[in-house]
């Protein structure tokens, strides 16, 4: 598949906005005495800010983003159109939250539940639209959503870290703790995925595809000289190597490096850590083989 | 129930791309909008069509043969790309089967094409619509046609006639007998989308006539003084 750099975006700053969340509320749960409300007024801005970023992504990708008001019509049948109900769903509680907290109210536990609640459906909505392609293996397994949440949770850790570092700095340790934990269990997660992917076997072939029933057969035209739409969007279009180092850059960028960087210099570990899954999102698409690119094997 | 759909003779179609060029010309010019084409005269020419003519090489020299392969959208009874939309811009009717994009409701977010397996979804660039086989729906039900013309543009251009066009679920419609009687089979069975268009395999044309029945006295085709050959069965006037 073309990775979209809309939708690496999107689905990275969401994730990062949704996890710094979820980092919230659990620091009121367990420190709430010792935090300044102000601590959860910047962290709740930090998410809406996020947020609108990754939805100002998502209005790239689309062909007609005037009309994007109408993706939250299948809610039954569409898990884009359910993440096109959740995201301002949680960003409006995440909004409420924050407004809560700089008037003091009560009840900023609930919005927090709510708030986490939110967040974690918007997590399996997100990771559901690819979860729910069937005729991709390679993102059709509950991996993906596994791994849309973890690596979401521990980018939003990277982020309250980083984040602690100026606003909170007694949450530095123990949320460098948090964020330590969840990218190492998140390189469990998205290593295990990585390693199904290499060994996937395609269920279809050019013998289902065409209905020919020959072990050897070759393309000779795909239909049209210059490429079209199915050349466009379902290859990534970068050699082999390209793709490697991009599968380096993930494994360092995305756990490597900020494992030890949220211990050692947490206020640099959000930002390499987010480099990291970008090319993570990225390889994500790269390895995902459609099985329409079958049919478009050989221009002529 | 109506299920319209194709079918493609594969044994038939000689690959002269007459279904994609009327194709194009009849679904450029009509009511939903024209098909547009980046760059058409230049280096990178581009463009959006609802139908390809692709070629296929089976076999390893000397033993190979070519195949043409028109592929269009399949119509399928239970098209992945439908429930993933977000708009219901992408739906199936009930009245007869067809996949049909609602253009002025499509957002343009690709991702019916990304559940489609068969890569016949395409975006087209100018409109930044999500286009596809609509089977020509605005000609096959045009009451100002002769009736032998309310066929979808590529059947009619067709000059083998490779292409069959019908209801599937009417047993006796031309096209169910094609399916049923000359081993019409659906593409990538695996992916259970049950598509609606179906095509014919190639097959060749052999004489079906053993070496020994040539000696036969009860054969009229009976090579007459040919020399007697003790490897073939014995024959009742031999015995």
Same mark, same amino acid.
């Given at each position: 598949m073309h990775p979209a750099l809309s939708v690496l975006l999107l689905t990275t700053l969401i994730g990062a906005g949704q996890g710094l969340f979820i980092a919230l509320f659990v620091s009121e749960l367990l420190a709430a005495g010792t935090l300044s409300p102000s601590f959860f007024v910047g962290g709740s801005a930090l998410v809406v800010v996020f947020c609108i970023l990754g939805l100002i992504a998502s209005f790239f990708h689309l062909g007609h983003p005037e009309r994007a008001w109408r993706a939250a019509a299948m809610w039954r049948s569409s898990w884009l159109s359910r993440e096109v109900i959740a995201l301002p769903a949680f960003m409006g509680v995440a909004a409420l939250y924050g407004l809560a907290h700089w008037s003091g109210a009560t009840y900023t536990l609930a919005l927090g539940v709510l708030g986490t609640l939110l967040s974690i459906v918007l997590f399996v909505c997100t990771a559901m639209i690819y979860a729910a392609v069937k005729v991709l293996k390679e993102w059709a397994h509950p991996l993906t959503v596994v791994n849309f949440t973890l690596l979401g949770c521990a980018s939003g850790a990277c982020l309250a870290t980083s984040y602690a570092v100026f606003a909170a700095p007694a949450l530095v340790v123990p949320l460098s703790q948090a964020a330590f934990s969840l990218i190492a269990l998140s390189l469990v997660t998205r290593g295990a995925a990585l390693l199904r992917n290499a060994t996937l076997k395609p269920a279809s072939t050019l013998q289902s595809a065409l209905g020919i029933r020959h072990p050897h057969i070759v393309q000779k035209s795909q239909g049209a000289m210059g490429g079209s739409f199915n050349t466009r969007e379902f290859f990534h279009g970068k050699s082999p190597s390209f793709v490697r180092g991009v599968l380096t850059l993930l494994l360092f960028g995305g756990f490597v490096l900020p494992l030890i960087l949220v211990l050692t210099a947490p206020a640099l570990a959000f930002v390499v850590h987010y480099g990291g899954l970008l090319a993570e999102r990225w390889y994500f698409f790269a390895e995902a083989q459609h099985p329409q690119n079958l049919y478009y094997q050989t221009v002529s | 129930m109506t299920q319209l759909a194709l079918v493609i003779d594969l044994n038939v179609c000689v690959g002269c791309h007459a279904c994609v060029t009327n194709c194009k010309q009849w679904n450029t010019s009509g009511a939903a909008g024209s098909l547009s084409d980046l760059d !058409?005269?230049?280096a990178d020419p581009n463009g959006t069509f609802f139908n390809r003519v692709q070629t296929f090489e089976v076999g390893e020299y000397p033993q190979t043969e070519t195949v043409h392969f028109p592929k269009s959208c399949l119509h399928c009874e239970d098209p992945p790309c439908v429930p993933v939309c977000p708009t219901g811009a992408s739906y199936k009717r009930k009245s007869d089967g067809i996949v049909l994009v609602d253009y002025d409701k499509c957002i343009g977010c690709k991702y019916c094409s990304w559940a489609c397996p068969y890569g016949v979804r395409e975006l087209d660039e100018k409109r930044q619509v999500m286009t596809k086989c609509t089977l020509c729906v605005d000609r096959i039900y045009d009451q100002s046609l002769p009736p032998e013309r309310r066929q979808p543009s590529c059947v009619l251009a067709c000059p083998p006639g490779a292409r069959l066009f019908g *209801?599937?679920? *009417? !047993?006796?419609s031309a096209v169910s007998v094609a399916i049923r009687e000359r081993g019409g089979y659906a593409l990538m069975p695996e992916a259970a989308t049950r598509p609606s268009n179906h095509y014919l395999p190639r097959k060749k044309t052999t004489l $079906?006539?053993? =070496?020994?029945a040539l000696y036969r006295? =009860? $054969? !009229?085709?009976r090579i007459d003084g040919a020399p007697f050959e003790p490897n073939l069965p014995p024959i009742a006037e031999e015995l």
């Open positions: - | !058409p005269y230049g *209801d599937v679920h *009417d !047993p006796q $079906n006539l053993r =070496d020994e006295s =009860d $054969n !009229p085709q």
